[in-house]
């Protein structure tokens, strides 16, 4: 299985609402990430994780919680969010070891009222 | 400060001839460098990547020739097809995964039969 897979593929929320993302991976691989994508703009890195851990947060505000449950899956848990939040959410998988290819799931594309 | 460009935002090339990408960095610590293409409401697909070491990388239609001295990478497709009408990104890392990608803008590739 070569594919990265996300749930849902289109969410609405309010802005007092929790949901979650979901997405998975077969790869084997042990490095998952989360991107950003906003409408003209590339994907902006938001977490990644290296064997289960939390290893990078770019800064993220708190109402973007992640969750790595296993090696094949990846949550990003949201609540409170704003509107301009609104975007499409990318997860990625790919190796640890030597050269960073990111294998991209197709995105949940995320609309915030 | 944007450490990854794609300066022309669009190019127009007809079926069968040569498209030519172009990217400059400027971080001289990334050495680890990939070609994703990317159509409407899907996520980014990776194609080809090329590490420090090298100056040419070849898979298929797709060449990515790397010029340290000059921070310059670029994409040759060849021949080009309509199926290749997408927005294409370059992107920059270190060279172990789990590392974060950071994008250009993207080209907007136009083939015309």
């Known amino acids: 299985d070569t594919e990265v897979t996300q749930t849902p593929k289109h969410l609405v929320m309010g802005m007092t609402n929790k949901k979650s993302l979901k997405c998975e991976q077969h790869m084997g691989h042990r490095a998952m990430y989360w991107y950003k994508q906003k409408a003209k703009k590339p994907p902006e890195l938001m977490f990644v994780?290296?064997?289960?851990?939390?290893?990078i947060n770019e800064s993220v505000p708190s109402r973007f919680s992640p969750e790595c449950p296993n090696s094949s899956l990846l949550n990003l848990h949201l609540h409170a969010l704003q509107p301009e939040d609104s975007a499409l959410y990318l997860c990625?998988?790919?190796?640890?070891?030597?050269?960073?290819?990111?294998?991209f799931g197709p995105g949940t594309r995320l609309t915030v009222l | 400060d944007q450490q990854v460009k794609q300066n022309s935002p669009s190019l127009s090339v007809q079926e069968g001839r040569i498209s030519i990408l172009n990217c400059d960095y400027t971080?001289?610590?990334?050495?680890?460098f990939l070609w994703y293409k990317k159509y409407p409401a899907e996520g980014p697909t990776f194609l080809i990547s090329?590490?420090?070491?090298?100056d040419k990388n070849e898979d298929g239609r797709f060449t990515v020739f790397l010029n340290k001295s000059a921070k310059h990478l670029s994409l040759h497709i060849v021949p080009s097809q309509p199926g290749d009408s997408a927005v294409y990104f370059c992107a920059a890392s270190g060279f172990r995964g789990a590392q974060k990608l950071v994008f250009g803008q993207g080209t907007r590739l136009t083939i015309n039969p």
């Open positions: 971080n001289s610590m990334f050495d680890y």
């Open positions: 994780y290296s064997y289960e851990k939390l290893s």
């Open positions: 090329i590490s420090s070491i090298k």
């Open positions: 990625a998988s790919g190796r640890v070891g030597a050269g960073n290819e990111q294998f």
